[in-house]
Protein backbone atom coordinates (compact mmCIF):
# COMPACT_ATOMS: atom_id res chain seq x y z
CA UNK A 1 0.00 0.00 0.00
CA UNK A 2 1.01 3.24 -0.24
CA UNK A 3 2.93 5.12 2.54
CA UNK A 4 0.80 7.53 4.14
CA UNK A 5 1.48 10.44 6.09
CA UNK A 6 -0.12 10.84 9.49
CA UNK A 7 0.64 14.56 10.07
CA UNK A 8 -0.01 16.09 6.05
CA UNK A 9 -2.85 16.00 3.89
CA UNK A 10 -1.15 17.45 0.85
CA UNK A 11 -0.95 15.35 -2.54
CA UNK A 12 1.08 15.91 -5.05
CA UNK A 13 -1.23 16.75 -7.38
CA UNK A 14 -5.33 17.26 -7.41
CA UNK A 15 -6.73 13.59 -7.81
CA UNK A 16 -9.56 15.68 -10.02
CA UNK A 17 -7.08 16.90 -11.76
CA UNK A 18 -4.95 13.60 -12.91
CA UNK A 19 -8.14 11.91 -13.70
CA UNK A 20 -9.34 14.90 -16.03
CA UNK A 21 -5.92 14.75 -17.43
CA UNK A 22 -5.89 10.98 -17.63
CA UNK A 23 -9.33 11.18 -19.06
CA UNK A 24 -8.73 13.34 -21.88
CA UNK A 25 -5.29 11.20 -22.59
CA UNK A 26 -7.37 8.28 -22.72
CA UNK A 27 -10.05 9.41 -25.09
CA UNK A 28 -6.99 10.57 -27.48
CA UNK A 29 -5.36 7.63 -27.44
CA UNK A 30 -8.61 5.33 -28.10
CA UNK A 31 -8.98 7.36 -31.41
CA UNK A 32 -5.86 7.98 -32.46
CA UNK A 33 -4.45 4.30 -31.75
CA UNK A 34 -7.01 2.09 -31.19
CA UNK A 35 -9.87 2.52 -33.65
CA UNK A 36 -13.35 1.89 -33.41
CA UNK A 37 -13.00 -1.66 -32.11
CA UNK A 38 -12.39 -0.17 -28.36
CA UNK A 39 -15.59 2.24 -29.01
CA UNK A 40 -17.91 -0.69 -30.16
CA UNK A 41 -16.18 -2.96 -26.79
CA UNK A 42 -17.08 -0.29 -24.37
CA UNK A 43 -20.19 0.81 -26.27
CA UNK A 44 -21.25 -3.15 -26.05
CA UNK A 45 -20.47 -3.17 -21.98
CA UNK A 46 -22.59 0.17 -21.57
CA UNK A 47 -25.52 -1.66 -23.08
CA UNK A 48 -25.16 -4.57 -21.06
CA UNK A 49 -25.09 -2.81 -17.80
CA UNK A 50 -28.28 -0.20 -18.82
CA UNK A 51 -29.69 -3.50 -19.84
CA UNK A 52 -28.99 -4.95 -16.58
CA UNK A 53 -28.84 -2.10 -13.99
CA UNK A 54 -28.53 -2.72 -10.75
CA UNK A 55 -31.76 -2.39 -8.46
CA UNK A 56 -31.56 -0.53 -5.08
CA UNK A 57 -32.59 -3.58 -2.45
CA UNK A 58 -33.98 -3.83 0.77
CA UNK A 59 -31.67 -4.40 3.72
CA UNK A 60 -33.03 -4.86 7.65
CA UNK A 61 -31.96 -0.79 8.54
CA UNK A 62 -34.71 0.26 7.02
CA UNK A 63 -37.13 -1.08 9.42
CA UNK A 64 -35.83 1.03 12.63
CA UNK A 65 -33.93 3.96 10.15
CA UNK A 66 -34.92 7.02 8.79
CA UNK A 67 -33.67 9.74 6.45
CA UNK A 68 -31.01 12.00 7.68
CA UNK A 69 -29.94 14.97 6.07
CA UNK A 70 -26.24 14.88 7.55
CA UNK A 71 -25.29 11.14 8.21
CA UNK A 72 -27.79 9.44 5.50
CA UNK A 73 -29.62 7.29 7.72
CA UNK A 74 -30.24 7.20 11.34
CA UNK A 75 -31.98 4.97 13.93
CA UNK A 76 -35.38 6.53 14.45
CA UNK A 77 -35.78 7.06 17.94
CA UNK A 78 -38.04 5.20 20.18
CA UNK A 79 -38.38 2.13 18.10
CA UNK A 80 -38.80 -1.74 19.58
CA UNK A 81 -39.29 -4.45 16.72
CA UNK A 82 -39.51 -7.93 18.65
CA UNK A 83 -38.44 -11.10 16.96
CA UNK A 84 -36.66 -8.52 14.80
CA UNK A 85 -33.75 -11.29 13.89
CA UNK A 86 -35.39 -13.80 14.32
CA UNK A 87 -37.70 -15.66 17.78
CA UNK A 88 -36.14 -13.68 20.74
CA UNK A 89 -33.94 -12.08 18.74
CA UNK A 90 -35.38 -8.43 19.72
CA UNK A 91 -34.35 -4.87 18.06
CA UNK A 92 -34.58 -1.60 20.59
CA UNK A 93 -33.82 2.32 20.16
CA UNK A 94 -33.91 4.51 22.86
CA UNK A 95 -35.49 8.17 22.46
CA UNK A 96 -31.63 9.24 21.97
CA UNK A 97 -31.53 6.82 19.03
CA UNK A 98 -29.13 4.42 20.22
CA UNK A 99 -29.77 0.67 20.99
CA UNK A 100 -30.87 -0.46 24.20
CA UNK A 101 -34.20 0.94 25.98
CA UNK A 102 -31.80 2.69 28.08
CA UNK A 103 -32.08 6.71 28.46
CA UNK A 104 -28.91 8.27 28.82
CA UNK A 105 -29.28 11.34 31.07
CA UNK A 106 -26.75 13.37 33.11
CA UNK A 107 -25.49 11.59 35.93
CA UNK A 108 -22.66 13.33 37.50
CA UNK A 109 -21.34 10.25 39.48
CA UNK A 110 -21.93 7.66 36.48
CA UNK A 111 -18.81 6.36 34.01
CA UNK A 112 -20.15 6.52 30.67
CA UNK A 113 -18.39 5.15 27.64
CA UNK A 114 -19.77 5.26 24.07
CA UNK A 115 -18.75 2.31 21.49
CA UNK A 116 -18.70 3.76 17.92
CA UNK A 117 -18.32 1.80 14.91
CA UNK A 118 -20.70 -0.16 12.20
CA UNK A 119 -23.12 -3.12 12.62
CA UNK A 120 -20.91 -5.23 14.45
CA UNK A 121 -21.02 -2.61 16.83
CA UNK A 122 -24.75 -2.42 16.89
CA UNK A 123 -25.29 -5.99 16.79
CA UNK A 124 -26.53 -6.60 14.17
CA UNK A 125 -28.37 -10.35 14.15
CA UNK A 126 -28.50 -10.45 17.83
CA UNK A 127 -30.64 -9.58 20.66
CA UNK A 128 -30.34 -6.14 22.31
CA UNK A 129 -28.28 -8.27 25.32
CA UNK A 130 -26.02 -9.99 23.21
CA UNK A 131 -24.59 -7.32 21.52
CA UNK A 132 -20.95 -6.30 22.94
CA UNK A 133 -21.57 -2.78 24.44
CA UNK A 134 -24.65 -4.62 26.52
CA UNK A 135 -22.26 -7.73 27.47
CA UNK A 136 -19.14 -5.04 28.06
CA UNK A 137 -21.33 -3.41 30.49
CA UNK A 138 -21.89 -6.61 32.28
CA UNK A 139 -17.71 -6.81 33.35
CA UNK A 140 -18.39 -3.42 34.97
CA UNK A 141 -19.42 -1.87 38.17
CA UNK A 142 -23.43 -0.45 38.48
CA UNK A 143 -23.06 3.29 37.91
CA UNK A 144 -20.95 2.52 34.98
CA UNK A 145 -22.89 3.16 31.50
CA UNK A 146 -22.28 2.11 27.75
CA UNK A 147 -23.61 3.59 25.05
CA UNK A 148 -24.49 1.77 21.61
CA UNK A 149 -23.55 4.17 19.36
CA UNK A 150 -23.02 1.64 15.89
CA UNK A 151 -25.31 2.46 12.74
CA UNK A 152 -25.29 -0.89 9.92
CA UNK A 153 -23.31 0.24 6.79
CA UNK A 154 -21.56 3.47 8.59
CA UNK A 155 -18.90 4.35 7.83
CA UNK A 156 -15.71 6.17 9.68
CA UNK A 157 -16.83 9.11 8.39
CA UNK A 158 -20.68 8.74 9.37
CA UNK A 159 -19.34 7.84 12.89
CA UNK A 160 -17.23 10.81 13.11
CA UNK A 161 -20.27 13.19 11.97
CA UNK A 162 -22.76 10.90 14.98
CA UNK A 163 -20.01 11.50 17.44
CA UNK A 164 -19.60 15.02 16.87
CA UNK A 165 -23.26 15.71 17.04
CA UNK A 166 -24.06 13.42 20.41
CA UNK A 167 -20.86 13.63 23.12
CA UNK A 168 -21.43 17.03 23.76
CA UNK A 169 -25.16 15.89 25.11
CA UNK A 170 -23.91 12.38 26.66
CA UNK A 171 -20.36 13.97 27.83
CA UNK A 172 -18.24 10.84 27.96
CA UNK A 173 -16.04 9.52 29.97
CA UNK A 174 -14.39 7.20 27.31
CA UNK A 175 -14.97 6.58 23.71
CA UNK A 176 -13.88 3.35 22.30
CA UNK A 177 -14.08 3.13 18.72
CA UNK A 178 -14.52 -0.70 17.10
CA UNK A 179 -14.35 -0.67 13.22
CA UNK A 180 -13.70 -3.42 10.48
CA UNK A 181 -11.81 -2.29 7.31
CA UNK A 182 -14.87 -2.30 5.20
CA UNK A 183 -15.85 0.93 7.29
CA UNK A 184 -12.84 2.41 5.69
CA UNK A 185 -13.48 1.06 2.01
CA UNK A 186 -16.91 2.84 2.55
CA UNK A 187 -15.59 6.31 1.99
CA UNK A 188 -15.44 5.94 -1.56
CA UNK A 189 -18.86 5.18 -1.93
CA UNK A 190 -22.46 7.74 -2.82
CA UNK A 191 -24.77 4.92 -2.35
CA UNK A 192 -25.33 2.05 -0.70
CA UNK A 193 -26.96 -1.16 -1.38
CA UNK A 194 -30.37 -0.15 -0.40
CA UNK A 195 -30.29 3.52 -2.07
CA UNK A 196 -29.17 5.98 1.11
CA UNK A 197 -26.85 8.40 -0.19
CA UNK A 198 -23.59 9.04 1.74
CA UNK A 199 -22.13 12.00 2.77
CA UNK A 200 -18.16 12.83 1.14
CA UNK A 201 -15.05 13.44 2.84
CA UNK A 202 -11.31 14.79 1.37
CA UNK A 203 -8.60 15.84 2.76
CA UNK A 204 -7.44 19.46 1.81
CA UNK A 205 -4.12 20.88 3.80
CA UNK A 206 -4.29 18.29 6.37
CA UNK A 207 -8.37 19.16 6.69
CA UNK A 208 -11.05 17.22 6.45
CA UNK A 209 -13.69 18.50 3.98
CA UNK A 210 -17.24 17.40 4.38
CA UNK A 211 -19.26 17.14 0.94
CA UNK A 212 -22.85 15.58 -0.41
CA UNK A 213 -24.44 17.43 2.59
CA UNK A 214 -27.56 17.68 2.73
CA UNK A 215 -27.41 14.20 1.12
CA UNK A 216 -29.71 13.08 -1.45
CA UNK A 217 -32.96 11.30 -0.21
CA UNK A 218 -33.33 7.50 -0.64
CA UNK A 219 -33.75 5.99 -3.80
CA UNK A 220 -36.98 3.96 -3.51
CA UNK A 221 -36.50 0.23 -3.52
CA UNK A 222 -36.69 -1.06 -6.83
CA UNK A 223 -34.84 2.11 -8.63
CA UNK A 224 -31.29 1.69 -10.47
CA UNK A 225 -28.38 3.09 -8.78
CA UNK A 226 -26.17 5.14 -10.41
CA UNK A 227 -23.40 3.44 -11.97
CA UNK A 228 -21.24 6.66 -12.07
CA UNK A 229 -17.86 4.57 -13.53
CA UNK A 230 -19.46 2.59 -15.94
CA UNK A 231 -18.08 4.76 -18.83
CA UNK A 232 -14.28 5.02 -17.31
CA UNK A 233 -14.15 1.54 -15.91
CA UNK A 234 -14.86 0.24 -19.23
CA UNK A 235 -12.19 2.45 -21.06
CA UNK A 236 -9.66 1.17 -18.78
CA UNK A 237 -10.88 -2.50 -19.90
CA UNK A 238 -10.48 -2.16 -22.95
CA UNK A 239 -7.62 0.22 -23.71
CA UNK A 240 -4.06 -0.63 -23.65
CA UNK A 241 -2.96 3.25 -23.63
CA UNK A 242 -5.97 4.11 -20.76
CA UNK A 243 -3.87 0.85 -18.69
CA UNK A 244 -0.45 2.04 -18.99
CA UNK A 245 -1.56 5.72 -18.44
CA UNK A 246 -3.58 4.34 -15.43
CA UNK A 247 -0.15 2.69 -14.31
CA UNK A 248 1.86 5.64 -14.55
CA UNK A 249 -1.00 8.17 -12.09
CA UNK A 250 -1.06 5.19 -9.58
CA UNK A 251 2.65 5.54 -8.94
CA UNK A 252 2.37 8.99 -8.13
CA UNK A 253 -0.90 8.95 -6.39
CA UNK A 254 -2.78 7.04 -4.34
CA UNK A 255 -5.50 4.01 -5.76
CA UNK A 256 -8.94 4.20 -4.21
CA UNK A 257 -8.39 2.20 -1.33
CA UNK A 258 -4.98 3.82 -0.34
CA UNK A 259 -7.43 7.44 -0.36
CA UNK A 260 -10.27 5.91 1.47
CA UNK A 261 -7.47 5.34 4.34
CA UNK A 262 -5.39 7.92 4.04
CA UNK A 263 -8.79 10.26 4.38
CA UNK A 264 -10.22 7.59 6.92
CA UNK A 265 -6.86 8.62 9.54
CA UNK A 266 -7.35 12.07 9.58
CA UNK A 267 -10.87 11.18 10.62
CA UNK A 268 -9.69 9.80 13.32
CA UNK A 269 -7.58 12.34 14.07
CA UNK A 270 -10.62 14.52 13.49
CA UNK A 271 -12.35 12.55 16.07
CA UNK A 272 -9.65 12.56 18.61
CA UNK A 273 -10.28 16.11 18.59
CA UNK A 274 -14.02 15.78 19.59
CA UNK A 275 -12.65 13.46 22.40
CA UNK A 276 -9.73 16.53 23.64
CA UNK A 277 -11.97 19.20 24.08
CA UNK A 278 -14.52 16.82 26.09
CA UNK A 279 -11.34 15.93 28.29
CA UNK A 280 -12.23 12.54 26.99
CA UNK A 281 -9.68 9.59 26.43
CA UNK A 282 -10.40 7.90 23.11
CA UNK A 283 -9.05 4.15 21.90
CA UNK A 284 -9.19 2.45 18.56
CA UNK A 285 -9.69 -1.53 18.07
CA UNK A 286 -10.28 -2.95 14.56
CA UNK A 287 -12.20 -6.22 14.30
CA UNK A 288 -12.08 -9.15 11.72
CA UNK A 289 -14.88 -10.19 9.81
CA UNK A 290 -14.89 -13.96 8.52
CA UNK A 291 -13.04 -13.81 5.38
CA UNK A 292 -10.26 -11.92 7.03
CA UNK A 293 -10.16 -15.03 8.95
CA UNK A 294 -9.78 -17.42 6.53
CA UNK A 295 -9.27 -15.60 3.46
CA UNK A 296 -5.60 -15.22 2.52
CA UNK A 297 -6.31 -11.96 0.36
CA UNK A 298 -8.41 -10.30 2.49
CA UNK A 299 -6.26 -11.34 5.58
CA UNK A 300 -2.99 -9.40 4.19
CA UNK A 301 -5.02 -6.50 3.51
CA UNK A 302 -6.54 -6.31 7.35
CA UNK A 303 -2.75 -7.21 8.42
CA UNK A 304 -2.01 -3.52 5.69
CA UNK A 305 -4.91 -1.41 7.30
CA UNK A 306 -3.98 -2.85 11.21
CA UNK A 307 0.04 -2.35 10.25
CA UNK A 308 -1.06 1.26 8.87
CA UNK A 309 -3.45 2.07 11.94
CA UNK A 310 -0.65 0.93 14.14
CA UNK A 311 2.02 3.00 12.85
CA UNK A 312 -1.00 6.24 12.76
CA UNK A 313 -2.30 6.24 16.19
CA UNK A 314 1.00 5.74 17.75
CA UNK A 315 2.15 9.20 16.27
CA UNK A 316 -0.90 10.79 17.67
CA UNK A 317 -1.14 8.45 21.05
CA UNK A 318 -3.91 7.26 20.56
CA UNK A 319 -3.87 3.69 21.95
CA UNK A 320 -5.09 1.02 19.32
CA UNK A 321 -5.83 -2.80 19.63
CA UNK A 322 -5.93 -5.49 17.08
CA UNK A 323 -9.02 -8.10 17.94
CA UNK A 324 -7.78 -10.77 15.17
CA UNK A 325 -5.73 -12.38 17.70
CA UNK A 326 -8.68 -12.96 20.34
CA UNK A 327 -10.88 -14.80 17.11
CA UNK A 328 -8.25 -16.56 15.85
CA UNK A 329 -8.55 -21.18 16.64
CA UNK A 330 -12.42 -20.59 17.48
CA UNK A 331 -14.58 -22.33 15.67
CA UNK A 332 -16.17 -19.94 13.35
CA UNK A 333 -19.78 -21.85 13.50
CA UNK A 334 -20.13 -20.34 16.65
CA UNK A 335 -18.89 -16.74 16.59
CA UNK A 336 -20.29 -15.98 13.22
CA UNK A 337 -24.10 -16.06 12.54
CA UNK A 338 -24.87 -18.01 9.60
CA UNK A 339 -26.07 -15.25 7.51
CA UNK A 340 -25.21 -13.29 4.17
CA UNK A 341 -22.91 -10.59 6.21
CA UNK A 342 -21.85 -13.50 8.82
CA UNK A 343 -22.12 -10.95 11.61
CA UNK A 344 -20.66 -11.96 15.62
CA UNK A 345 -23.34 -14.10 17.37
CA UNK A 346 -23.66 -13.96 21.05
CA UNK A 347 -20.19 -15.87 21.47
CA UNK A 348 -18.66 -13.66 18.41
CA UNK A 349 -19.81 -10.94 20.98
CA UNK A 350 -18.74 -11.89 23.77
CA UNK A 351 -15.07 -12.32 22.48
CA UNK A 352 -14.81 -8.43 21.53
CA UNK A 353 -15.84 -7.66 25.06
CA UNK A 354 -14.18 -9.85 27.00
CA UNK A 355 -10.84 -8.34 24.81
CA UNK A 356 -11.63 -5.11 25.82
CA UNK A 357 -12.24 -5.31 29.07
CA UNK A 358 -8.77 -6.99 29.23
CA UNK A 359 -7.23 -4.28 27.31
CA UNK A 360 -8.67 -1.06 28.34
CA UNK A 361 -7.53 -0.95 32.05
CA UNK A 362 -3.61 -1.29 30.63
CA UNK A 363 -4.27 1.96 27.77
CA UNK A 364 -7.16 4.30 30.17
CA UNK A 365 -5.98 5.33 33.11
CA UNK A 366 -8.95 4.50 35.81
CA UNK A 367 -10.56 1.92 33.76
CA UNK A 368 -9.86 -0.67 35.89
CA UNK A 369 -11.81 0.99 38.80
CA UNK A 370 -14.71 0.83 36.40
CA UNK A 371 -14.28 -2.97 36.03
CA UNK A 372 -16.14 -5.26 38.81
CA UNK A 373 -13.60 -7.16 40.64
CA UNK A 374 -14.23 -11.21 41.33
CA UNK A 375 -16.44 -10.93 44.58
CA UNK A 376 -19.14 -8.23 42.59
Known amino acids: MSKLSPKTGKLKMSWRKKLLFASLATLFGITL ?40 WANKPGTVIADFYGPGQTISINSQGFRGLENYDEKP ?11 FTLGYGVDDRETFPFQLQQNLKLGTEVVNMGQGGYSVGQSYLWLKRSAPELNPDLVVCVFIVEDFHRLNT ?36 PQNLAISESLTNHSTLAKGIAKIVATEEMDADDYALFVGLHLLRETSRICDELNCPMVVALTPTLPELFDPAASLKYQQYSDSLKSFLSTEEI ?14 DTIFLDEKFHHYSEAGNRVVADALVSWLPYVVSNFSSAVKTESQ
Do not use: M
Open 319 to 332: PFHDLRPAFQDLDS
Open 109 to 119: DAYRLICLGDS
Open 190 to 225: TRTGNGFATPQFEVENGSILLKNVPVPKKLPTGAAL
Open 33 to 72: LEGFATWFAVGSDLVKNWKQPIQVGVLSEERHCEYDKEFG
